[in-house]
């Protein structure tokens, strides 16, 4: 019968004691060493509401934990280190599951932390329950010598940037959705979206490291959702433009197939993790230089506005875009 400490085991194995971390896994706590790391983030995700082990495989649970993580990190503007790993199981454990989640993890720190970092496992806590499957991830990293980059900063006139195209994850989720109404052969892109995601890690740090961003934030909750988060911390309005935004073939054809809209998603959708940011006019040049030279896909949205003219969102036609959800939250329907 695998135990408690058994996984624990298994886990020191699996991930190498992290660099700025004194003492880890095997004491009563982890010893930090001092002044090493400045941000810290958590996340989680519950069975049911998360994810779906008939949807994802363990390996997939395991890189979306990591890579929401990763998103906050890099929204800061600074870059990962040691993680945390809380699991709440219903026993007896799924051993193979379990080290598939692991697996799932070290991929994707290894797939989208820069060589200049390093993500490994700190400690953390396992514990049984009569309830669904959670994974919790405490994230530690550290801010940019400017120090972090903050939702609050963005003036009127700053740009609008989103780096990359937003909506896929909830394109796929539709897909998965739809059961035998789609060909879920013909919406890889999507799927690999929704299971995968592939949050600007390297990108964070490189502008916090050079000071580009007014204000960012990650888009985990929706493009709209989020956006407004940052401007209330801002305290200012903006414009934006949605026939800037890419569609994606899959999402246009998921749309021809009567799944939702492409607009919606791309507007609405969740745990894209993409790096929504407002940048001064007289930054964007660095700002395309960047992306040229990292192959960014940097796409202007529109403009920060004075706060009595609020957020304004307008569609293909140039008309305003009357928004009936701005993106996801927890217990709504509640």
């Known amino acids: 019968m695998t135990t408690e400490f058994d ?39 519950v069975e049911g509401v998360h994810f779906r082990r008939d949807w994802s495989t363990a390996e997939d649970v395991g890189w979306k934990a990591m890579a929401a993580n990763l998103s906050d990190i890099a929204a800061m503007g600074g870059g990962p280190g040691a993680f ?15 080290d598939g989640l692991l ?10 932390v820069p060589e200049s970092f390093e993500v490994s496992a700190g400690g953390g806590d396992i514990t049984e329950t009569s309830g669904p499957l959670v994974v919790t991830l405490t994230l530690l990293g550290e801010a940019s010598p400017a120090g972090p ?3 609050r900063g963005a003036v009127p006139g700053d740009r609008i ?33 929704y299971r995968r995601p592939r949050p600007n890690v390297r990108a964070g740090g490189l502008l916090g ?15 709209i959702q989020d956006l407004g988060h940052l401007l209330k911390a801002s305290q200012v309005g903006a414009r934006v433009e949605s026939f800037h935004l890419p569609i994606h073939p ?37 700002l395309w230089d960047m992306a040229h030279q990292y192959s960014w896909e940097v796409i202007d949205l529109g403009e920060v506005r004075s706060p009595d003219e ?25």
């Open 149 to 151: 980059v903050l939702r």
């Open 250 to 286: 899959e999402m246009a054809r998921l749309e021809e197939l009567n799944q939702g809209s492409a607009l919606s998603w791309a507007l609405t959708g969740g745990e894209d993790y993409r790096l929504l940011l407002t940048v001064p006019p007289a930054r964007m040049p660095k």
């Open 310 to 334: 609020g957020l304004q969102v307008f569609g293909l036609d140039g008309e305003p875009l009357e928004m009936e959800s701005q993106g996801y939250t927890h217990f709504e329907a509640s």
């Open 7 to 45: 996984l624990i085991d298994r886990i020191a194995g699996l991930f190498s004691s992290p660099e700025g971390v004194a003492v880890g896994i095997g004491d009563d706590c982890a010893v930090l060493d001092p002044g090493r790391f400045d941000l810290v983030t958590m996340d989680t995700l």
């Open 103 to 112: 697996k799932g993890m070290r991929e994707a720190a290894e797939s989208l």
């Open 161 to 193: 940037v989103v780096l990359g195209a937003t909506g896929h994850a909830e394109a796929g989720l539709a897909v998965l959705s739809a059961g035998d109404a789609v060909n879920r052969g013909e919406f890889s892109a999507m799927l690999e979206a």
């Open 84 to 98: 945390f790993l809380s699991l709440a199981l219903p026993g007896p454990p799924d051993v193979a599951w379990v």
């Open 209 to 223: 490291l050079y000071g580009l961003p007014s204000s960012m934030i990650d888009v985990s909750d929706g493009l």
